[in-house]
């Protein structure tokens, strides 16, 4: 599973890689999570707002700091 955190760094990219780890964990799921900040590989993606997180080259969560739980419900739908 391909997962990317998308965001400059602020504390809202911060709490959306922290709620993902999480999610992954309650899951079972085994997957590096990727953190995507340079503006130029963000705008190559696609994405336009922060933070927001991409699972295989889905958006899954875009412009917000989603809880543990909405991330979980989101790749629950991917499994």
């Known amino acids: 599973m391909d997962v990317k955190v998308i965001g400059a760094g602020c504390p809202d990219c911060d709490k959306l890689k922290a709620s993902t780890e999480a999610a992954l964990k309650e899951l079972g799921i085994n997957a590096e999570i990727q953190r995507i900040t340079a503006l130029k590989d963000i705008v190559l993606l696609g994405v336009m707002t922060a933070p927001s997180l991409?699972?295989?080259?889905?958006?899954?969560?875009?412009?917000?700091?989603?809880?543990?739980?909405?991330?979980?419900?989101?790749?629950?739908?991917l499994l």
Do not use: P
Not at 65 to 77: D, T
């Open 54 to 77: 991409l699972v295989d080259g889905k958006l899954l969560i875009s412009g917000q700091a989603a809880s543990k739980e909405e991330v979980k419900k989101q790749l629950e739908k």
